[in-house]
């Protein structure tokens, strides 16, 4: 028997293994498929909500403590397995903000430096970008290949003692003695632990209607594109109503997303395909002599306003969960994560836990 069992292997899950593990306790990981390969590989990899005045208190929070948190991870996990998560602290470029005076209130409020710049600052920074009447700046904004971040993490718990991966083992049930959760069955075999923790993403809610709890999270498409460029095109993330482009160190970049409400469906179409490149060009007109290298689509955990579900499962003894993370769950993960293990072990948390708890307010609201 484990002391915490996890049930998913995104960033979600296995940082909380990770942590869990650091602080010296027994973990097992349960995982359908393999770790990291949902929306933890599908998304973008910025550190950061993309337009962060526009979200509640409850996310700017987490948010904020989790930025502090990517450049050491980022090192500690190529120190410990080789294996490079390419943290890029470039900054982010906001091109065509309709609500700029709420973000710079937004900004002063946080301590966090935002400014506007002028069209020959745009310019000097980024010089592939069409003429633009100026942009708001975010110099400290980071991003990390998010790929690389699963494997990362995936290598560093396979290499501690203290921690099992069970990849391509399906959750089909949990092992219940009355209220108690003593861990869950799966095709291949039976696992328990003193304490159960769904990470599931935009399974979470499937997974907790076998215990007749109704989490309001649910699976929203996103679709990305990525064109391979010469190395330094484009440098720092750079976002326009609503889309984004995001360089890579070897020239890879990405563009997103679409938000789709389509159940689990993963495919791709033209439609989507058209548009984002459209947004691309937009975006780095230079674009239009490059193909589309890769086209793929993720899932990501929409939860009602986009604040995740962290802490005890009411109704129900030794489970907890962590989920509901929306578009930010990469970007929100080290806080997330920190606040549920500090919960567990009895630590003082690093925020107010209140607002993440599944009240029934919040369970309804979806």
């Known amino acids: 028997m484990s002391d915490f069992l996890i049930v998913g292997g995104g960033v979600i899950g296995m940082m909380t293994a990770l942590q869990l593990a650091d602080a010296g306790q027994q973990v097992s990981l ?34 904020r403590w989790s930025e502090g948190a990517y450049p050491s991870l980022s090192l500690r996990l190529l120190e410990e397995t080789g294996i490079d998560p390419e943290y890029r602290q470039k900054g982010l470029l906001y091109l065509s903000v309709d609500d700029p005076e709420a973000a710079l209130s937004w900004a002063r409020q946080m301590g966090k430096p935002l400014e506007r710049v002028s069209a020959d600052m ?23 290949r998010n790929p690389r971040l699963g494997k990362a993490l995936r290598a560093r718990l396979s290499a501690m003692p203290n921690v099992t991966l069970h990849e391509y083992c399906e959750v089909k049930d949990f092992v219940r003695h009355g209220e108690r959760i003593e861990g869950v ?29 109704s989490l309001p999270v649910r699976p929203v498409k996103g679709q990305m594109l990525a064109y391979q460029t010469p190395p330094g095109l484009v440098k720092r993330v750079v976002l326009k109503d609503g889309r984004y482009v995001i360089p890579r160190a ?8 679409t938000l789709e409400a389509c159940g689990f469906d993963k495919t791709t179409d033209q439609e989507a395909l058209i548009s984002l490149r459209q947004s691309a060009e937009d975006i780095v007109p230079a674009l239009a002599d490059y193909p589309v290298a890769y086209h793929w689509a993720g899932l990501r955990p ?9 802490g005890e499962l009411p109704g129900w003894k030794n489970i907890s969960v962590n989920a509901g993370h929306y578009r930010n769950g990469l970007v929100l993960a080290p806080a997330s994560t920190h606040l549920l293990v500090d919960q567990l072990l009895g630590r003082p948390p690093l925020i107010d836990p209140a607002p993440y708890r599944m009240t029934p307010e919040r369970l309804t609201a979806g």
Not at 132 to 144: D, F, R
């Open 250 to 257: 070897d020239g890879l970049l990405l563009v997103g997303s």
């Open 302 to 310: 929409g939860s009602p306003d986009g604040v995740p579900f962290i």
């Open 122 to 144: 745009v310019r000097a920074k980024e010089s592939c970008l069409p003429p633009t009447e100026g942009a708001l700046w975010m110099p400290t904004l980071g991003s990390v």
């Open 185 to 213: 069955s799966t095709a291949q075999r039976t696992l328990t632990a003193a304490h159960t923790i769904v990470c599931g993403g935009a399974w979470a809610g499937t997974l907790l209607n076998a215990l007749d709890v």
């Open 30 to 63: 349960v995982e359908r498929g393999d770790c990291g390969r949902e929306a933890s590989w599908a998304g973008g990899g910025i550190v950061s909500p993309l337009y962060p005045w526009r979200y509640a208190q409850a996310i700017s929070r987490l948010s």
